[in-house]
């Protein structure tokens, strides 16, 4: 919702008068306190949650969105439309799901969309009626109201396998988390000035109906004014449409777009070119129209086109009612005056950046709109088979069920939220990454994703305006009929627009006085509570901004990074940290929303001090008790699936025990992790090309004509584990479940703990991170008189240049929270509210306990036991271990497979590759003269070959094995050959070079 007010020759009203002070506080009087607000603000969000814009956009969609997409349709009648509870079909049962159950099975958590279904069969019009048919499966967003999940105690959330902090908002398709990231795109239905690539003054308006989106554009040519629509040939002067929509009078046009004599010279030019076009009348502009159409037509198709491309498209989100043309008259003077203004005043263009010219599409509204185009989708399909079989013979009587393919909702809208690419024809909208699979490396990150907004926009623009922030809101409103208003009246002194969703509704002389009465009703209740009412200083008018729904607001939340141990997932990799702990200080943010529950970190004491030079550029130096005693610890889950297919001849895969010998050995040494039914044993230690599924394939899975042989000779097809030959590894648990098809899914979680190592990363929450440098004993740590020692130890040099003053401050406050035994609060801005602690006191606290008040200790060196030169800043901060470690990177090798064309090592990490030397090393090499390493490198190392060339022609040969003698092709002799070692790659150029008829000769000389 859009509601605009615009005055005219920048009148002002008088002031209102004060409102009287209240005697009472009630309900709808406003909080003043910062205190008062935080203590309102737990109750808040216990009520909203932390992604509501997205659950209420989705229940807008199943409640009435989808009822209007339906009774749209006027080719198929469709009744008492719902969305069911989740369900999930096997085979030919129905059985109702929950989430945890869907991302186990590798299943889509959706429900059924059922309608009822009327038509008539026969010569006597008989009526029939189906009853609760299912024209889809539509994916639950969870925690909405078709969630069963949905308003559920904490109890009743873990008996169903959820974690009670989980926030909902995202769906489940095929098993994978999937959250539908906030579009930000250019509002719709409000007129935006700007210039063009060709640098000329435009006022468009994006127009956008649930039937028609258009985009209409007014500019300025040669001191003419334009109008540009998709559906004309050429651009039609402004006055020709004026004309064309039956302001006949020149002057009546001049008043509507504003009494200032520039305005009447701006508009001079214009009215000139009618005149010279020889249109006086509305008759005569539409004839002029009708030859600009770009597909006119023949005959009586061409008469009358230009008419309803003005009514339909021209601004059409401005309505026709009864072939009154008179509001899309006023809305396009004031597309005229805009432009006019920005061309007199440079300081009136808008800035496509600002938020108030923004807007947020929801889950509701992207999927309404796939929702819309699937459907009417499957009513064309469904008519084309029904007019396909109607001149054909029944004998049963007619079913409408069997022509409605409920498979085209169900898999498209799998499809596109699985791969997150939104292609809707109707609106020519093809958009990518509207999907991203769910993080779950912590509890905040994902908060982040779920709050995320995603603007669209060219990535590859040089342009810094989308990416900069922008310090701007958006707010609403204001209302008069506006057919009773004059030319004279639009741009009366003192006068308002009231704008309702881009359309100007009337004229408002009180704007001050209208924002307060709004905005005591909407304290009152009478209006949505985030209906936001702003006078517009800029454009002298009120505007009001909803989020599409009735009467929500895109919440925006500023998270950090925590972690989310769900032990009873099956995720593909998950992080656990084994030790997590709770920081010391924390923030009112951090208690709202859950991150003082759900530990990422651990408090380590840090000391500011150089040490040795393994400390440079953010380099850490860690403690090796620290990490005896279990700091940075995790485990990393990863997740192995095998499918236990089924062919189409009848014949499946099997699982068998592992093969024996007499002596009941294994027969192959790699089976020593399978158990007896031949799935690896949950607690054994799995080595690197050990066999955790023994799975057997037939050897023929082609469909045969007649019956079904009896036997059917397997083939060892085992699903092998790839891991790092120096790593332990333990099967954690192995899962059994069934998908859709009916088909065994074997799931094996390996679990392996990780120990920090030099070249594992960290960070503080202040997002200063760096890698561990060296590992050091405790023995040659440095060490405080009470016999405190670092866990780790950081360089101050990383300080002056990020400015982190927070980290400082954090470490005081963790400090004196540990010596009083009681947490501090670090909240941004929080002093003055009493949400945050003050350096004072805390330093007040620091010399009660006998520190220091600036945090600075008296340490000795570990290594010669003297006193250090200079006092220690030293305190616990809370560090957060990130997944970037070296475990999951470190790659080496000395020799491995090849690539087979060119017999080159192969590349990349995970098929044991090699490292490639570029063109900037090779160079890099060259510079120094390192000739004989490049000879190495690129030849030794790499592809060598052997080949035999002929010294007569200078061409390949080849080695006869028979004859055991070299031969040229060319010179049909082998008297006169070489040998030598090339790249096996120059090789193969040289031999498509000769495809090519490209022939390359080498000439040799005598070594």
């Given at each position: 919702?859009a509601i605009a007010a615009?005055a005219?020759d920048?009148?002002?009203?008088?002031?209102?008068p004060?409102?009287?002070?209240?005697?009472y506080r009630?309900?709808?009087?406003?909080v003043?306190?910062?205190?008062?607000k935080?203590?309102?603000l737990p109750?808040?969000?216990?009520?909203?949650?932390?992604?509501k814009e997205?659950?209420d956009s989705?229940?807008?969609f199943i409640?009435?969105?989808i009822r209007i997409?339906?009774?749209a349709n006027?080719?198929?009648?469709y009744k008492?439309v719902?969305?069911?509870?989740?369900?999930?079909?096997?085979?030919?049962?129905v059985?109702?799901?929950t989430?945890?159950f869907?991302?186990?099975?590798d299943c889509?958590?959706?429900?059924?969309v059922?309608?009822?279904?009327?038509y008539?069969?026969?010569k006597?019009?008989?009526?029939k009626?189906k009853?609760d048919?299912?024209?889809g499966y539509?994916?639950i967003m969870?925690?909405s109201h078709a969630?069963?999940?949905?308003r559920?105690d904490?109890?009743?959330l873990?008996r169903?396998?959820?974690?009670?902090?989980?926030?909902?908002?995202?769906?489940?398709?095929?098993g994978?988390e999937k959250?539908i990231l906030?579009q930000?795109?250019?509002?719709?239905?409000?007129?935006i000035?700007?210039t063009d690539?060709k640098g000329r003054?435009?006022?468009?308006?994006t127009?956008?109906?649930?039937e028609?989106?258009?985009?209409t554009?007014?500019f300025?040519?040669?001191e003419k004014i334009y109008?540009?629509?998709?559906?004309f040939?050429k651009?039609?002067p402004i006055?020709?449409v004026?004309?064309?929509?039956?302001?006949?009078?020149d002057?009546e046009?001049?008043q509507?777009?504003g009494?200032?004599?520039?305005?009447g010279?701006l508009?001079?030019?214009?009215?000139q070119?009618?005149?010279?076009e020889?249109?006086y009348?509305?008759?005569?502009?539409l004839q002029?129209?009708?030859d600009k159409?770009?597909?006119?037509?023949?005959?009586?198709?061409?008469?009358?086109?230009s008419?309803?491309?003005l009514r339909?498209?021209f601004?059409?989100?401005?309505?026709?009612?009864?072939g009154n043309?008179?509001p899309?008259?006023?809305?396009?003077t004031?597309?005229?005056?805009?432009?006019m203004?920005?061309?007199?005043?440079?300081d009136?263009?808008?800035?496509k950046?600002?938020v108030?010219n923004?807007r947020l599409e929801l889950s509701?509204?992207l999927?309404s709109?796939?929702?819309?185009?699937?459907f009417?989708?499957m009513?064309?399909?469904?008519v084309?088979?029904l007019n396909?079989?109607s001149?054909?013979?029944?004998s049963?009587p007619?079913?409408l069920?069997?022509?409605?393919?409920?498979?085209?909702i169900?898999?498209g809208?799998e499809?596109?939220?699985?791969?997150g690419?939104?292609?809707?024809?109707?609106?020519?909208?093809h958009?990518k990454g509207?999907s991203?699979?769910?993080s779950r490396?912590?509890?905040?990150?994902?908060?982040?994703?779920?709050?995320?907004i995603t603007?669209?926009f060219e990535?590859?623009?040089?342009t810094?305006?989308?990416?900069?922030?922008?310090?701007?809101?958006?707010?609403?409103l204001?209302?008069e009929?506006?057919?009773l208003?004059?030319g004279?009246e639009?741009?009366?002194?003192?006068?308002?627009?009231v704008?309702?969703?881009?359309?100007i509704l009337?004229?408002h002389?009180?704007?001050?006085?209208?924002?307060?009465?709004?905005?005591k009703?909407?304290?009152s209740?009478?209006?949505g509570e985030?209906?936001?009412?702003?006078?517009?200083e800029?454009?002298d008018?009120?505007r009001?901004f909803?989020?599409?729904?009735?009467?929500?607001l895109?919440?925006y939340l500023?998270?950090n990074?925590?972690?989310?141990a769900?032990?009873?997932?099956a995720?593909?990799?998950l992080?656990?940290l084994?030790?997590?702990?709770?920081?010391l200080?924390t923030t009112?943010t951090?208690?709202?929303?859950?991150y003082?529950?759900?530990?990422?970190?651990?408090?380590?004491?840090?000391a500011i001090?150089?040490y040795?030079?393994?400390?440079?550029?953010d380099?850490i130096v860690?403690?090796?008790s620290?990490?005896d005693r279990g700091?940075?610890?995790?485990?990393?889950?990863?997740?192995?699936?095998?499918?236990?297919?089924?062919?189409?001849?009848g014949w499946?895969d099997?699982i068998?025990?592992p093969q024996?010998d007499?002596n009941?050995?294994?027969?192959?040494h790699n089976m020593?992790?399978?158990d007896?039914?031949?799935?690896?044993?949950?607690g054994?230690?799995?080595r690197?090309?050990?066999?955790?599924?023994n799975?057997?394939?037939p050897?023929?899975?082609t469909k045969?004509?007649?019956?079904?042989?009896?036997d059917?000779?397997?083939k060892?097809?085992?699903a092998?584990?790839?891991?790092?030959?120096?790593?332990?590894?333990?099967v954690?648990?192995?899962?059994?479940?069934?998908d859709?098809?009916?088909?065994?899914?074997i799931?094996?979680?390996?679990r392996?703990t990780r120990?920090?190592?030099?070249g594992?990363?960290?960070s503080s929450?202040h997002?200063?991170?760096g890698v561990?440098?060296t590992?050091v004993?405790?023995?040659d740590?440095?060490f405080?008189?009470s016999?405190?020692?670092?866990d780790?130890?950081?360089?101050?040099?990383?300080f002056?240049?990020?400015?982190?003053?927070g980290k400082m401050?954090?470490?005081?406050?963790?400090?004196?929270?540990?010596?009083?035994g009681?947490?501090?609060y670090?909240s941004?801005?929080g002093?003055?509210?009493?949400?945050a602690?003050?350096?004072?006191?805390?330093s007040?606290?620091l010399?009660k306990?006998?520190f220091s008040?600036n945090?600075?200790?008296f340490l000795y060196?570990?290594?010669?036991?003297h006193?250090c030169?200079?006092?220690?800043f030293?305190?616990?901060?809370y560090?957060?271990?990130?997944k970037?470690?070296?475990?999951?990177?470190?790659?080496a090798r000395a020799?491995g497979p090849?690539?087979?064309l060119?017999?080159?090592p192969?590349?990349?990490?995970?098929?044991?590759?090699?490292?490639r030397?570029?063109?900037m090393e090779?160079?890099c090499l060259?510079?120094?003269?390192?000739?004989?390493?490049?000879?190495e490198?690129?030849l030794?190392?790499s592809?060598?070959y052997q080949v035999?060339?002929?010294?007569?022609c200078?061409l390949?040969g080849?080695?006869?094995?028979r004859?055991?003698?070299?031969?040229c092709?060319m010179?049909k002799?082998?008297?006169?050959?070489?040998?030598m070692?090339?790249?096996?790659a120059c090789?193969l150029?040289?031999?498509?070079?000769q495809?090519?008829?490209i022939?390359?000769?080498?000439?040799l000389t005598e070594g």
């Open positions: 919702m615009a005219d920048g009148a002002k009203e008088a002031p209102p004060p409102p009287p002070s209240p005697t009630s309900l709808a009087a406003p003043a306190n910062p205190v008062d935080f203590a309102l109750a808040f969000l216990k009520v909203r949650g932390l992604v997205h659950i989705f229940n807008y409640t009435k969105g997409v339906v009774q006027n080719r198929i009648e008492n719902k969305v069911g509870q989740p369900s999930v079909k096997f085979e030919y049962n059985e109702k799901i989430p945890q869907c991302r186990l099975t889509t958590y959706s429900a059924p059922m309608v009822d279904i009327e008539t069969v026969g006597h019009y008989e009526l009626m009853q048919f299912i024209i539509l994916p969870l925690k969630c069963v999940l949905s559920k904490e109890a009743e873990a169903y396998g959820e974690c009670p902090l989980d926030p909902g908002g995202y769906f489940i398709v095929k994978t959250v906030m930000e795109q250019l509002s719709k239905n409000r007129i000035i700007d690539s003054i435009i006022a468009s308006v127009s956008s109906t649930h028609v989106k258009s985009k554009v007014i300025m040519d040669k109008l540009q629509l998709n559906q040939t651009p039609i006055i020709v004026m004309k064309a929509m039956g302001i006949e009078s002057q046009v001049v509507m777009v009494r200032d004599p520039r305005y010279d508009l001079y030019p214009s009215i070119e009618c005149a010279f020889r249109i009348t509305q008759e005569q502009a002029y129209m009708d159409v770009m597909y006119p037509g023949t005959g009586t198709q061409k008469e009358g086109r008419k309803s491309i339909d498209v601004v059409a989100h401005v309505l026709v009612n009864s043309f008179r899309k008259c006023i809305y396009t004031v597309m005229i005056r805009r432009m203004d920005a061309i007199l005043n440079a009136t263009f808008d800035d950046d600002y108030g923004k509701g509204q999927i709109l796939l929702f819309e185009d699937l009417k989708t009513n064309s399909n469904a084309e088979r396909h079989s001149g054909k013979l029944h049963s007619l079913d069920s069997q022509y409605i393919n409920e498979e085209i169900t898999h809208l499809r596109a939220i699985s791969t690419n939104w292609d809707i024809k109707r609106f020519r909208m958009r509207v991203q699979v769910l490396l912590s509890y905040m990150a994902s908060l982040g994703y779920m709050t995320r603007p669209h990535k590859n623009r040089k810094s305006g989308p990416r900069a922030l922008q310090p701007s809101q958006c707010y609403s204001g209302v009929d506006l057919s208003l004059s004279e639009i741009h009366a002194p003192g006068s308002f627009f704008m309702f969703n881009g359309l009337g004229k002389r009180r704007p001050q006085r209208f924002a307060n009465t709004m905005r009703l909407r304290r209740g009478n209006i985030f209906v936001s009412i702003f006078v517009n800029k454009q008018g009120i009001s909803d989020d599409f729904l009735r009467d929500g895109i919440e500023d998270v990074e925590e972690n989310n769900l032990l009873s997932r995720d593909s990799l992080y656990l084994v030790y997590a702990q709770r920081p200080l009112k951090i208690e709202l929303v859950g003082d529950k759900l530990g990422a970190g651990q408090n380590a004491t840090v001090m150089s040795s030079g393994y400390d440079i550029e380099a860690m403690n090796k620290s990490l700091f940075g610890r995790c485990i990393a889950m990863k997740k192995y699936t095998v499918t236990k297919e089924k062919y189409e001849n499946s099997r068998v025990m024996r007499k009941g050995s294994l027969l192959k020593q992790a399978l007896e039914d031949g799935f690896a044993a949950p054994v230690i799995i690197n090309h050990d066999i955790y599924v799975k057997q394939t050897k023929n899975t045969q004509c007649g019956a079904r042989p009896t059917m000779d397997y060892d097809s085992p092998v584990y790839k891991g790092d030959d120096g790593e332990t590894t333990v954690d648990r192995v899962m059994l479940c069934s859709t098809n009916d088909k065994l899914i799931k094996c979680i390996i392996h120990r920090p190592e030099v594992d990363k960290f929450r997002g200063q991170k561990c440098g590992i004993q405790q023995e740590f440095p405080s008189e016999g405190i020692c670092p780790l130890i950081m360089n101050p040099h990383g002056p240049s990020r400015m982190t003053i401050i954090e470490l005081l406050g963790g400090k004196a929270g540990v010596s009083c009681q947490f501090h670090g941004a801005f002093e003055p509210s009493g949400n602690d003050k350096v004072e006191d805390i007040y606290t010399v306990h006998g008040y945090g600075k200790d060196s570990g290594i010669l036991g006193p030169q200079a006092y220690i030293m305190g616990p901060i560090y957060q271990k990130l970037h470690m070296v475990l999951d990177k470190m790659h020799s090849r690539v087979l060119t017999r080159q192969t590349e990349g990490r995970s098929r044991d590759g090699g490292l030397l570029g063109e090779r160079d060259i510079a120094y003269g390192a000739s004989m390493l490049i000879f490198r690129l030794i190392s592809d060598p035999q060339v002929c010294r007569n200078g390949l080849y080695y006869n094995h004859l055991k003698a070299s031969y092709s010179c002799n082998g008297e006169n050959m070489a040998k070692k090339m790249p096996y090789k150029l040289f031999q498509e070079l495809a090519m008829n022939v390359p000769r080498l000439k």
